[in-house]
């Protein structure tokens, strides 16, 4: 069955520290993988995506995150964690022409000062 | 920038009411989703439309209709609302080729009483 894990559902990093969300995928084609951040109150907006290619994708806000096929895998990594970085990340994996997407239950981010 | 609107952030509503939430993009996007979004188990797909009258379940339909009438507007409909329907209602839309990501909506935050 296709699905996407998000393990940690709250994490909580000191401003200025380093960043790591991890996510695993299960899809039976060739997937495409997206990173979702949702602030309080607000829709998704996309960090970044990948579709093939360098595993080693650069997003927006300072966001990269690696594509390793062996371990099903595609984290999430931030050098230094910023305050405004607090709010809440999604996997997505998807494909097919609709672009139907399955999500991650989400990962809390709180930032401490 | 590819802008999506929802009718309302905040929607109350009485048990047994019918309710309809209004999504409109302005990008010419073929495919339009409805999302409900709670605590703990991410978004789950309500329904999806990958052109005009067209539509497609998604992971959770039953208790909900959609209609799409013209390509820029999907609505999703509570036909009798019920308290378990208590939400956030996100929607997304985008382009019909493969690999393209979902843009979202703000939400709307339904609370049936």
């Known amino acids: 069955a296709q699905s996407v894990t998000q393990p940690d559902i709250h994490i909580t990093v000191s401003e200025g520290a380093s960043l790591e969300l991890r996510c695993n995928y299960s899809?039976?084609?060739?997937?495409?993988l997206f990173w979702y951040v949702q602030s309080p109150g607000q829709g998704l907006q996309l960090l970044l995506k990948?579709?093939?290619?360098?595993?080693l994708v650069q997003g927006i806000k300072g966001f990269e995150a690696e594509f390793k096929r062996s371990q099903s895998s595609f984290n999430l990594r931030k050098p230094s964690v910023h305050w405004s970085d607090a709010a809440e990340y999604f996997c997505?994996?998807?494909?097919?022409?609709?672009?139907?997407?399955?999500f991650g239950t989400g990962t809390l981010l709180a930032v401490q000062p | 920038d590819v802008k999506v609107t929802q009718s309302s952030r905040y929607l109350v509503k009485r048990t047994g009411e019918k309710v309809f939430l209004e999504c409109v993009q302005d990008m010419d996007h073929e495919n339009m989703f409805w999302y409900r979004q709670d605590p703990g188990l991410g978004l789950r797909l309500i329904y999806f439309?990958?052109?005009?009258?067209?539509?497609e379940k998604g992971d959770i339909p039953e208790g909900y209709s959609v209609s799409r009438e013209k390509k820029e507007r999907f609505s999703l409909i509570l036909e009798s609302a019920s308290t378990n329907q208590t939400s956030m209602y996100l929607c997304?839309?985008?382009?019909?080729?493969?690999?393209?990501?979902?843009?979202f909506g703000p939400g709307t935050r339904l609370t049936v009483l």
């Open positions: 899809y039976g084609a060739t997937p495409y």
């Open positions: 439309s990958y052109d005009v009258k067209m539509k």
């Open positions: 997505a994996v998807g494909g097919g022409a609709t672009n139907k997407l399955i």
């Open positions: 990948y579709f093939s290619g360098d595993t």
């Open positions: 997304a839309s985008t382009r019909g080729s493969i690999g393209n990501e979902q843009f």
